[in-house]
């Protein structure tokens, strides 16, 4: 959470009752986070005008908690301008299917395209990849190690003419008993006629069922042109955000939604083959406001605690008080939720540890074994780990001193960190009591 936003909280919190100008300086707050995410300033303005006017209405500000209710408005409104059912691939019943990737040259259509493949193949469906870039040198030959890593098959023709390979590539399919055909294009640095036209003359060759641009989380404020550019000339359905495992708070795709009016439908984030996942705007909401993933980490621990998480941690966890037992139960539900990177990634400034490779799968298992060593006392008061029962400790887990202390040290940012969520958690859980 970031620390304008905690100030805010706070703020609201220890009133009892709000006045207009509570409302008012944490909106001016609010707008410097969108601002900061890269969120367009026209889309900010009308953002806070409308989250103003829902904050002042009398069910908010005469309710028990108006504190909790004005982070829920903004957390509401922001959900909703991104979209507010999560969009989805819209696959038709024509076969094969068609689906074109549109982009700037490094947007990562081609990482996307193979992604795709793989998500679909993972749904039952065979698909296919089509490499239409022919401009790049070895543009080809990397959809085709990818291709191959997921086992998907590559369609890559004479390597000369896009559209012709693009309409070879749906005959292949149909051939080959392929019922989705994923076409990854070629881009350029910058929106020009050349690509414009290509764009054109594939889409019309294959009449794709889907067009999905593609865009670099990181490329802020001018993705709004760039999407306009393309919405004009070959009007596609849908946004794949790509590199949001970066530190890009995600801010361009409000502006996108906003000023296209085309949903987002994925988001990239990583090397790995399945790290394509469907996008919630409820997520992205709070990833913009700088809120992180840490919610839906937390949400989603608390959805399983009921039968897998002891009770007991749930509670202190509610508390932000939690131990290295809870500690570890908690590791335990993160190894099964998708492993370790996808906590650190969670964690401010774990995008950054991630890649400097600091952090590595066999990190929870080393964790694991550093807390087994600890004494019952120890792992309950973790407060009494001093130098010699550190060392100890070490010796014990057959690890150096430092990586029990890295320990600790997580552990510590853990505990810091939950308890600023903690007014964010509670005005989730009120606003859903209330709903
Ligand atoms: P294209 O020119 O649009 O086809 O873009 P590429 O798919 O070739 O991607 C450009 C670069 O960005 C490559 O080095 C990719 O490995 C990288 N890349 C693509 N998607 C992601 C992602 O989601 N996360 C990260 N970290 N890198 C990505
Ligand atoms: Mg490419």
Redesign the pocket.
């Known amino acids: 959470l970031s620390d304008r936003l905690q100030g805010i909280f706070s703020g609201l919190k220890s009133k009892g009752r709000l006045t207009e100008q509570d409302i008012d300086s944490a909106m001016r707050e609010i707008r410097m986070a969108l601002l900061e995410a890269d969120v367009n300033f026209k889309v900010v303005k009308s953002f806070i005008r409308s989250a103003k006017e829902r904050c002042l209405t009398a069910e908010v500000m005469d309710s028990l908690t108006p504190a909790q209710n004005v982070i829920k408005v903004v957390l509401d409104e922001l959900t909703r301008l991104l979209g507010e059912n999560d969009a989805k691939l819209t696959l038709s019943s024509r076969i094969p299917n068609v689906i074109m990737l549109v982009?700037?040259?490094?947007?990562?259509?081609?990482?996307?395209a193979a992604k795709l493949a793989y998500l679909l193949k993972g749904k039952g469906h065979s698909p296919l990849l089509v490499a239409c870039?022919v401009y790049?040198p070895a543009?080809a030959d990397?959809l085709q190690t990818l291709g191959d890593e997921m086992g998907v098959k590559v369609y890559r023709g004479d390597g000369q003419d896009p559209v012709k390979i693009a309409s070879e590539g749906v005959r292949f399919a149909i051939d080959n008993l392929r019922d989705v055909v994923i076409v990854?294009t070629a881009?350029r640095l910058h929106v020009d006629e050349d690509m414009m036209a290509e764009a054109e003359a594939i889409k019309e060759a294959v009449t794709p069922d889907e067009i999905l641009m593609?865009v670099d989380a990181m490329t802020g404020q001018d993705v709004v042109n760039v999407a306009q550019a393309f919405a004009e000339r070959v009007e596609f359905d849908g946004v794949i955000m790509?590199?949001?495992?970066?530190d890009a708070r995600g801010g361009g795709a409000l502006s996108l939604k906003q000023v296209t009016g085309k949903p987002i439908k994925f988001i990239?984030?990583?090397?790995k083959p399945d790290?394509l996942e469907e996008f919630h705007p409820d997520r992205m909401a709070k990833r913009i406001l700088g809120m992180g993933d840490v919610i839906s980490f937390i949400e989603t621990a608390s959805k399983i605690r009921a039968d897998e998480i002891e009770a007991e941690t749930a509670e202190r966890m509610q508390r932000a008080q939690l131990n290295l037992n809870d500690f570890l139960e908690m590791k335990k539900q993160v190894k099964k939720m998708g492993g370790v990177s996808k906590l650190i990634s969670a964690l401010p400034g774990g995008d950054k540890a991630m890649a400097s490779g600091q952090v590595d799968e066999s990190a929870l298992d080393r964790m694991e074994t550093i807390i087994f060593s600890m004494t019952k006392k120890e792992r309950e008061h973790p407060d009494i780990l001093n130098g010699s029962r550190r060392a100890r400790i070490a010796r014990g887990a057959g690890v150096t001193v430092q990586d029990v202390n890295q320990v600790m040290k997580q552990y510590n940012e853990t505990k810091k960190m939950m308890r600023k969520m903690m007014p964010a958690m509670e005005a989730m859980e009120g606003g859903r009591g209330k709903k």
Not at 268 to 271: C, I, L, Q, T
């Open positions: 982009g700037l040259q490094g947007s990562g259509k081609t990482t996307a870039d790049r543009a990397q990854d881009g593609v790509s590199k949001m495992d970066g990239s984030a990583g090397e790290s």
